[in-house]
């Protein structure tokens, strides 16, 4: 163990990344993992500070300083024993979260110097683990319940809600609109971010703890929930996420040409058996003006998919500046570095086509920031007489998404919040006794770490709904 006034000495080391000329050619992860001794290197300067900031910034609460100190001294198998007791997902957080945002903001060694490069770590731990055989397994002393739960929804939340009652001893389906799990982890996030075998690999283990999955059943349509408690479910817990895309309503947004950012991704990065790519082939962009609209991590991946299938020129546009982008500052840089230009404090206003119906140019206004939000973001406001036209004949709607209905006929309608996000309590039960829900669907599009969260609560809540007096 290096001394702690040691530790501050020794740089920061990040993943090496693969050069933005090669990356461009494919669809895989840009970065690779650290190797052993960089791992070492890295966890050693944690400092191991008193408050642990970044377990309160962490929304999982994850033990980072205790699995930084194993990994430091080389147990990456209990390191990584240490990140599942907290986490459903921790090599797909240690990929993906925004670090920069939650854990390694608030790094203590990060206020004079560089951070700890947590989610590295994380990455390095569990793959090191898998590679030596690790494999998650149930709670031989668990406890063995009759009731059947069913999770709707197999994305982030409705995984660890899953893999968190079956450890609890209860008999789990999870039921899936797409033809496969995963949620956005499959359907919208690109293998530039998160390879699919990585997601294919964390199902299995959950379908190898007696998880069961039905796929291309969408729950209020083809059953309603109502079907499931007459079928013997006990408790249901909703995971379904918030894909409805926020409609700008802009004037000619129905022009050829304009895309919408799900299925522009879903068809661009995925292949069998996830979609018949022979209906629905790669795009290629070739010669392609492409503007995207928005700024959070949907915008960043159509951008960085669109340099991909070789567009002549990818420009993002968004309203605030660079520091207010919701996103990851890493996929930020990373964009930058695939050729992706910004407009920044820009509005679109009308969309133009030329005289064959196709997409010619976006005219945009200049916007300033005005006074901040309840959230504290500082208001983008229009600028007077600022209107400007750019050329663009390839558009990419990215300004998030909405929580969509999931009960059909007969079911009890569920409270709901202006923005049809359900309405749970502390336990995270809905307005429906028996039915419950988190992740996207409860907060609004977030992140795949709160998501999670929310599933390992909420599976908490049902234990105690089901069996109240042992709890
Ligand atoms: C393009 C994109 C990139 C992102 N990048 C990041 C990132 O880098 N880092 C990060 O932390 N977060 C990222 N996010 C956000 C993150 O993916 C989500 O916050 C997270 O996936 C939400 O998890 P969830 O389980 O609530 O919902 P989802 O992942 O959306 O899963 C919901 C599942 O429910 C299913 N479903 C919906 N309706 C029904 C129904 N009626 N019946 C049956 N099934 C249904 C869907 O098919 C889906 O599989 C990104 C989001 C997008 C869109």
Redesign the pocket.
Known sequence: MIPKRDRLKLPRQDPVTRPAKERIGDFREIYALLDAERAIEQANRCILCKHEPCVVACPAENHIPQWLELCADGKFMDAAKLSHETSNLPEI?GR???QDRLCEKDCVIGIKGDPVPIGAIEAFINEWAFANGYRPELNPERPQHSEKVAV?????????CAEELAQRGYAVTV????KE??????????GF??EKEVVERRIGFIRNLGVKFVCN??????ITLTDLFNQGFAAIYL?????QPKVPGLPGDDIEGIYE??PF?IRNNLREPYIDSQQTPRLNLQGKEVVVLGG???A???VRTSARLQAKSVTCVYRRDEENMP??RR?IKAAKEEGVKFLFYTQPLRFQADSQGKLQSITCQKMQLGEPDDEGRRRPLPMANSEFTIRSNFAII?FG?DP?S?TGKGDRQLETSSWQGLKVDENFMTSWPGVFA????V?G????????A??RKAAGGIDRYLHPKEK
């Open positions: 957080c993906i979260c925004p709707v929804g197999a994305g982030p939340a409705g995984l660890a039921f899936d609109a797409y799990p995963g949620g956005l982890l499959i359907y919208g996030i690109p971010k998160l059943r969408r729950i209020g349509k083809d995971g379904h996420g918030a894909m950012a799900i991704l959070g991590d949907t960043m991946d159509c996103g990851s996929e990215a998404f969509t999931i988190g992740g996207d669907n907060r599009a977030d992140l795949i770490v709160t998501a999670m929310d599933g």
